[in-house]
C-alpha cells in the first residue's frame, strides 16, 4: 500500500496531478470498496468501467458514459494545469533528475535486497557448515566412543581367556604335584 502512495506522490510531482485510477470489470467486484481505498491511498479521481471483453461486445449508454468520464477527467486535469504558467525547461530538468534520482534509488535498493539476500545465504551456508562439522565431530566422538567400548570389551574378553587359561595351567600343574605325590608316596 505504501507503493501506491508513493507512486500517486510522484505522479503528481511530476505532472502537477494526481493519476486518474481506473477500475475495470466494475460490475465484477466491490466497486465502493476499491474506489474507498484508493481514496485512502491519496487518489483523488476513482473511475470504474465495464470492459469490452471478446465474449461481450455489445456497446451500452453506460459504458459508454463510463469511459466519457474517464476523458472527462483527463481533460479536467489538462485544463487546470494549462491554466498555471509553465516553465518547459525548467519542469523537464525537473522530470529528468526526478527519474535519475528515482532509478538510482530503485538501483540501489535492489542491491541492498540482493546483498541482504546474499548475506542471508552466506549466513545460512555457514550455519550448515557449522552444524555439518558438528555433526561430523559428534559421530567421530561416537565412533570413538564405541570403538574404545569395543577395545575395552575385547581387552576383558582376552584378559578373562588369559585367567582362564593361568587357572587351567595351575590346575593341571596341581593334578601333576598330586599324581607326582601319589607316586612317590605309594
Known amino acids: 500500500m505504501q507503493q501506491i502512495t508513493t507512486f500517486f506522490k510522484n505522479c ?18 466491490n466497486y465502493s ?14 473511475v470504474a468501467v465495464e470492459n469490452y471483453s471478446e465474449e461481450d461486445q455489445i456497446q451500452t449508454l453506460e459504458r459508454s458514459r463510463d469511459f466519457l468520464n474517464l476523458i472527462k477527467s483527463a481533460l479536467d486535469n489538462v485544463t487546470f494545469r494549462m ?3 509553465r516553465n518547459p525547461r525548467e519542469e523537464r530538468i525537473k522530470r529528468k533528475k526526478f527519474l ?24 545460512r551456508k555457514r550455519f550448515e557448515a557449522r552444524r555439518s562439522f558438528f555433526a561430523r565431530k559428534r559421530e567421530e566422538a561416537m565412533r570413538k566412543r564405541e570403538a574404545r567400548k569395543e577395545e575395552e570389551a575385547r581387552n576383558r574378553a582376552e584378559e578373562a581367556r588369559r585367567r582362564e587359561e593361568e587357572a587351567r595351567e595351575r590346575e593341571v600343574a596341581r593334578r601333576r604335584q598330586e599324581e607326582v605325590e601319589r607316586v612317590f608316596n605309594l
Request: hydrophobic share 35%; aromatic share 10%.
Open 100 to 123: 535519475l534520482r528515482y532509478v538510482h534509488d530503485i538501483d540501489m535498493e535492489e542491491k541492498r535486497k540482493q546483498e541482504e539476500y546474499r548475506r542471508r545465504f552466506m549466513d
Open 12 to 29: 503528481r510531482d511530476l505532472t502537477g496531478v494526481f493519476p486518474i485510477v481506473v477500475l475495470t470489470f466494475k460490475t465484477s467486484g
Open 83 to 85: 491554466g498555471n504558467p
Open 33 to 46: 470498496e476499491a474506489e474507498k481505498m484508493f481514496k485512502c491511498l491519496g487518489a483523488e479521481v476513482v
